[in-house]
Structure formats: C-alpha cells, structure tokens
C-alpha cells in the first residue's frame, strides 16, 4: 500500500507568491517523523524541513514552513515568496521507528517557478 | 562541512558488465544508505549500514547486487551482471543514526544499454 502521497505531478507558480505542495500519508503509529526534500536537476536531494508527530507546533525553516495536521495525516510543505531556484521536484517523505526506522518517499511534485 | 560524496557521477555500460559505485558519508555519521530512484519516482532503499553492518537490506536483489562497507567509513555497491532495468540515479545517504535527518549525494546516474 502507498504510505506517502503527493497528488500534484506538477505545479506552477509566480515568482515571490506562495506556493502549496500537498502530501497525505498512511501510518497506524503514533510516532513517526515526516520530512521534506528538493531535488533539482543536478540531482542531489536537499533537506528541507523535519516534523515529528509529537510536536505541536508546525516547523518552520526560514521560506519554508510544514503545515502539518495529525488528524488529516496531511503534511503539506508551503514556501514563500518563491523564486526561480525553487524550480524543482520536492518529495515527502515519512520515517516510522516501527518500520526499521525506513524511510519512505512518495513520487514527487515538480515545482516550476514562473518569473 | 564536507557533505556526502559519490562517484562516479555518470555511468554508462552495455548489459551485462559490472559496475561499482563510491560513496563517501559526512565525518561522523554512523548509518549509510544507498537508494535507487527510477526516472519519475521517489528513491526507494536498497540497503542501510549501522557502521560496518548491514542491517536492512531487504530491498537489495542479492542475485546481481552487492555492497559493502569496510571500516564504517566508505561503501561500494556493485552490480554484476548489469540489466537494462538497472538504469536508474543510485543515491547514497548518511545520518547520524537511524533516527537522524538523512543528508544525501549527489548521486550516480547509471544508463544500461
């Protein structure tokens, strides 16, 4: 069964406006941390932001910020003001400690930010 | 810091032949993976090191696949002989432990022809 789900193969977005990447994922834990990537096109995966269950708040990273709710098993990544250099596929991902503490990751959002 | 390095970068073979990849985790990370991601997915985990040993792998084809990691340090995956369904980008990560944010490589983009 999918355990991560990112519904948008592609969005667009103009340049310094916000921008929302949806991601919903299935899990009976009740601990587990969930986690946002950026890959551009040379490749690498850039870590973004982190959001473990326990935590209240929603975490922040400067332009980025993960809306994050329990009860919907959503964990939505939003960045501000965008930018050309945002162009590029974001991933979900989840960790469950119960699962070898592997890391799942759903097929990815292209981002493409228009100037 | 140093963050992780991979080499080669680029890799293309004939089917058939055998090919390694080269990974080198960030100074002090204890836990190293290697993931495979195939054009228009996500990577998916073949293996995860706890130091010298591997503790997950699964998800590794152990027919024609093999990795290793002498010293905790650095690790190779092999994959002999290669299919062209082995093209794919194999990425490598490391972290701390197992509990830790996963920082990974730029990875190795292999093409099997």
């Known amino acids: 069964a999918q355990k991560i789900t990112q519904t948008q193969p592609g969005m667009f977005v103009q340049e310094k406006e916000a921008v929302t990447l949806d991601c919903t994922y299935d899990?009976?834990?009740?601990?587990?941390?969930l986690f946002w990537y950026k890959q551009p096109s040379s490749g690498e995966m850039i870590f973004l932001i982190y959001q473990g269950s326990y935590d209240e708040q929603n975490a922040t990273e400067g332009r980025y910020s993960l809306n994050f709710q329990k009860a919907r098993k959503s964990a939505n990544l939003v960045i501000s003001a965008s930018q050309l250099g945002d162009s590029a596929m974001y991933f979900c991902?989840?960790?469950?400690?119960?699962?070898?503490?592997?890391?799942?990751f759903g097929a990815g959002t292209r981002l493409t930010v228009k100037p | 810091e140093a963050g992780v390095v991979q080499s080669p970068r680029y890799k293309i073979i004939e089917k058939k032949q055998p090919v390694a990849f080269w990974c080198n985790p960030i100074s002090g990370h204890n836990t190293l993976y290697w993931y495979r991601q195939n054009l228009g997915q996500g990577p998916e985990l073949l293996i995860r090191?706890?130091?010298?040993?591997?503790?997950?792998d699964s998800q590794l084809p152990k027919d024609r696949f093999s990795a290793e990691r002498l010293k905790g340090v650095d690790s190779t995956l092999k994959i002999q002989p290669a299919e062209l369904g082995d093209s794919a980008v194999y990425l490598c990560a490391s972290s701390l432990d197992a509990r830790e944010t996963q920082y990974f490589g730029p990875g190795t983009r292999l093409l099997v022809l």
């Open positions: 899990t009976s834990d009740q601990s587990y941390g």
């Open positions: 090191y706890e130091n010298e040993e591997a503790v997950d």
């Open positions: 991902a989840m960790r469950e400690p119960n699962n070898n503490n592997d890391m799942r």
